[in-house]
């Protein structure tokens, strides 16, 4: 790729590290596709963060945005960046070229680590590969409809479909029936059988009323009348993946369009990565771990790497790191397995010493672990795998915010709260569930949105802005049912860019 | 910096002076907030700009780690910088985040005269100030090597062979020798600019309170900004006065406060000895500004300074500008007495009156705006 016009493969010492790591990594069972390292100065990394790993984007503020802080942040020693990796095939990983040997072979492993979970998660098995190729030739769009139609109108567009892409479906890769694209085409035939209305064949007129009670003619009209309906409303069932919708149903032009397609496009190659912040850290953290400690470490560099280690694992009071809570929690289910500390035997046993010493030497924890790496996301993987025992080790507790003090403060330590609370808040990663229910509510064409209230309030301000990149789009008010501070309410964003609330 | 992101740097920058412009008035009045970074750079804070989505709002509650008992606050609160830490968290403070700005006073000098439209000033007197600028532009028989002229080289070894008579059409074989090196060199060029000097005075009695001295400092930083951009050098003097006036450098002139009377004709005074000892009106562009809360001693003494304006100030200056700071105490004479002696459409002399940090942004444009 060479980004700069310098050559950034590896100098001869550090590929040959390279190969070490990587024959380490093979020999661990790690199965990843073929992974290009590129060494690169600090303020390439920096540019690459800011374009979120990819060298090539489409024109866009934002990441001139990212740059400045990036670069400021390393010019003021607040922060850096160690490793950066991107899910293609064959995967890139960049090292920064001022970084020590020690920290290189660290970030290699690491590295091994992310690609291994990229190429075997479940989650990733949908994300397009070639997301290289897919991010050129976006820019090569954009850029190209910048020209037609100029940069303030293409990048404002941009702005509008950004501010949606968080509404979109995470199921949506895995459902294969959404996936096939055009609408069901309706049967002239079914149509016309449907007016009969199950009726049987009957040719003396006599027995019609046994043959075809009335009462139950009426209650297959009836059915037939609500299922006629149903396919009546727009969009048919209530429609997670808002970017979609008005992709298909928005008075937009060509252009933007294929905008909106891009970065709905671009939304759902992100997804997974979100889906398995906490697995896919603590996956890398434990194999650069593993194979620094067992086998890649010279005794000369033992102090940095426990150096550097520790201060990506640090937790700081109150916050909870989620390189550390994946690191352990896969330490945690590998120690439970490997001493069979699982099942109903295990559960059932109320004796604490028992449990504490239990040991039925079964050294299934290896295999679990890669299991559980193929198999979940941040969701099952905490709902299935934290234990009170963790949540006790680890000093967990959940917190509220005081509305009389102004601060957050601790509630408890209680197990089952405790996973509520991180279970909630890795639900639809962090955002809110929102979907369309209606694209013509009171049939006055406007969009009804509904948020799925699990806890959270929205933020109305930024509800506000959001609704009207879809009214800029839709071109007619847009509404949303939500609950705030407990009450149902129902906020409108109007033709006259108004924002009203009813109840 | 890879091209993309130099690009979209430059947008992001492009999209910041819009903020700033857009909220000129608000960044005018708080100029206190910038930091100074080296002589010519400030850094402005600002609101993080964002894409709007649908978040939670804040003050949810979540899992946090650590010690401490049921009631406890949760430790880091009040430092919105921090990441919540929790991944269902991320970003969900983005909003919180501020922006650093870096921006070079000339960039600040350029956004605040677009915004505010001021005209450029049309400098007056001879360009005395010197500055010498060294192109390379020229040729010279001696030099290192990384500047040797290639082609000039060979030109003057070929016409040294052909005046010798050593050169062959037939086997054209040009041999530079040390004589025939030629290398780029520079030339200077002398550029005659203006020199421009402003001449700050302040009224330090007791009547002129800290908001209004924080409104002067603001408007001087501006002024001192925009005249920078139009002037190569730029000089300022400060004279601070009650009944008696002096000289004071800039870091005193801000701090000063005394508590005896007024009498604004002793810092005309001064202005004019400062302007007759080192300023020739003919070589220097020269900008007096005088703020005060418009209370004078007495009526004899502002005649000493209209007189002084007029027979002698208003001849050697630019423009003459008096900023009345509205305090609680000052009456606010001496605003109207020069109002009725100049009127409002004066050339010689702008006045303006702050009533308070809003009419900031309305005083800077009153006296920029003429171009003088």
Excluded at chain 1, 245 to 251: I, S, T, V
Excluded at chain 1, 446 to 471: C, P, Q, V
Excluded at chain 2, 94 to 117: D, N, P, Q, S
Aim: glycine letters at 8%; charged letters at 30%; one cysteine or more.
């Amino acid at each position: 790729m060479g980004a700069s016009g310098q050559s950034t493969a590896l100098p001869p010492e550090l590929a040959k590290l390279q190969e070490e790591i990587r024959a380490y990594a093979e020999k661990s069972g790690l199965d990843f596709f073929e992974t290009i390292f590129e060494m690169v100065p600090s303020d390439t990394i920096n540019s690459l963060a800011a374009q979120e790993g990819f060298p090539v984007r489409y024109p866009h503020w934002r990441f001139g945005m990212n740059y400045d802080q990036y670069s400021k942040g390393y010019e003021w020693g607040l922060q850096k960046i160690y490793e950066m990796v991107i899910n293609t095939k064959p995967a890139y990983a960049y090292l920064m070229s001022s970084n020590s040997h020690v920290d290189q072979k660290t970030v290699m492993a690491h590295v091994y680590g992310h690609v291994d979970f990229f190429k075997n998660n479940y989650w990733f098995s949908k994300t397009n590969r070639k997301m290289l190729d897919s991010m050129a030739n976006h820019a090569v769009r954009v850029r190209r409809y910048m020209d037609t139609h100029g940069q303030d109108e293409v990048e404002n567009f941009i702005d509008l479909c950004l501010s949606l892409d968080n509404l979109i479906d995470p199921h949506m890769p895995f459902n294969t029936a959404a996936n096939k694209t055009g609408a069901k085409e309706s049967d002239p035939e079914v149509e016309v059988k449907a007016q009969e209305v199950g009726r049987l064949k009957n040719d003396r007129g006599y027995m019609e009323k046994f043959i075809n009670p009335p009462e139950f003619i009426e209650a297959q009209k009836k059915k037939m009348a609500s299922n006629a309906k149903q396919e009546q409303k727009f969009p048919n069932h209530p429609e997670r993946d808002v970017m979609h919708f008005l992709m298909e149903n928005a008075p937009i032009q060509d252009w933007q369009q294929d905008v909106l397609r891009m970065i709905r496009e671009e939304a759902y190659y992100f997804l997974p990565q979100m889906q398995t912040k906490i697995m896919n850290e603590g996956w890398a953290s434990y194999w650069h771990s593993e194979i620094m400690t067992k086998k890649a470490l010279r005794d000369n560099e033992i102090i940095d790497f426990a150096d550097h280690h520790a201060g990506v694992m640090a937790m700081q009071p109150g916050k909870v790191n989620p390189y550390k809570v994946g690191i352990e929690l896969f330490r945690d289910i590998e120690d439970r397995w490997n001493r069979g500390r699982f099942g109903k035997e295990y559960e059932d046993c109320t004796d604490l010493k028992e449990r504490q010493h239990w040991d039925k030497k079964l050294g299934l924890g290896r295999k679990k672990i890669f299991e559980v790496r193929k198999v979940c996301n941040d969701v099952t993987f905490i709902d299935q795998y934290l234990t009170p025992e963790f949540v006790d080790r680890f000093k967990l507790y959940t917190y509220e915010y005081n509305k009389r003090t102004g601060q957050h403060e601790i509630v408890d330590r209680n197990f089952k709260n405790v996973k509520e609370r991180i279970l909630s808040g890795l639900t639809n990663q962090g955002q809110p569930t929102i979907s369309i229910v209606d694209g013509n509510f009171e049939n006055r064409g406007e969009i009804l949105l509904s948020h799925k209230h699990l806890g959270g309030d929205l933020d109305m301000k930024y509800a506000r802005e959001t609704m009207r990149s879809i009214f800029i789009m839709w071109t007619r008010p847009v509404h949303i049912e939500t609950e705030l501070e407990g009450r149902k309410r129902l906020f409108t964003y109007n033709q006259n860019h108004e924002f009203v609330a009813k109840d | 910096m890879i091209g993309g992101v130099k690009r979209d740097h430059a947008r992001f920058r492009q999209i910041i002076r819009g903020k700033i412009k857009q909220d000129l008035k608000k960044y005018i009045q708080h100029s206190e907030m910038f930091g100074r970074k080296g002589k010519d750079v400030v850094s402005i804070p600002m609101p993080q700009i964002d894409i709007p989505r649908f978040r939670f709002g804040s003050n949810q509650g979540g899992v946090g780690q650590g010690e401490g008992e049921a009631g406890d606050p949760v430790p880091g609160q009040g430092n919105p910088g921090d990441e919540p830490g929790e991944g269902q968290q991320a970003g969900q403070n983005a909003g919180e985040h501020g922006l650093e700005v870096e921006f070079t006073l000339e960039e600040l000098a350029e956004i605040l005269g677009e915004e505010l439209e001021l005209p450029k000033i049309e400098p007056r007197g001879q360009k005395t100030l010197k500055s010498k600028v060294d192109r390379y532009t020229s040729i010279s028989a001696e030099g290192p090597n990384s500047l040797r002229h290639f082609k000039r080289t060979f030109k003057e070894a070929l016409k040294r062979q052909i005046a010798s008579g050593l050169y062959d059409p037939d086997n054209p074989m040009i041999l530079p020798i040390k004589k025939d090196m030629r290398y780029r060199s520079w030339k200077s060029d002398v550029k005659h600019e203006n020199a421009a000097v402003i001449i700050y005075m302040m009224d330090v009695s007791g009547s002129m309170g800290d908001e209004q001295k924080e409104i002067v400092r603001t408007e001087t930083f501006w002024i001192n900004t925009w005249l920078k951009s139009q002037y190569k050098g730029v000089e300022a003097r400060y004279i601070i006065h009650d009944a008696t006036a002096k000289e004071v450098d800039e870091e005193t002139f801000f701090r000063t406060r005394e508590s005896g009377g007024t009498l604004i004709s002793s810092a005309y005074k001064l202005c004019e000895s400062i302007i007759n000892a080192d300023y020739p009106p003919s070589d220097w562009n020269i900008y007096p500004f005088h703020f005060s809360d418009g209370d004078n001693w007495s009526t004899e003494d502002t005649k000493v300074c209209i007189d002084l304006m007029k027979n002698s100030l208003l001849s050697k200056v630019n423009v003459f500008c008096y900023g009345q700071v509205d305090s609680r105490y000052g009456s606010g004479q001496f605003y109207k007495d020069l109002l009725e002696v100049f009127g409002p459409e004066a050339e010689e002399v702008i006045l303006s009156r702050i009533e308070n940090k809003d009419g900031i942004l309305q005083s800077i444009k009153d006296f920029l705006g003429k171009g003088k």
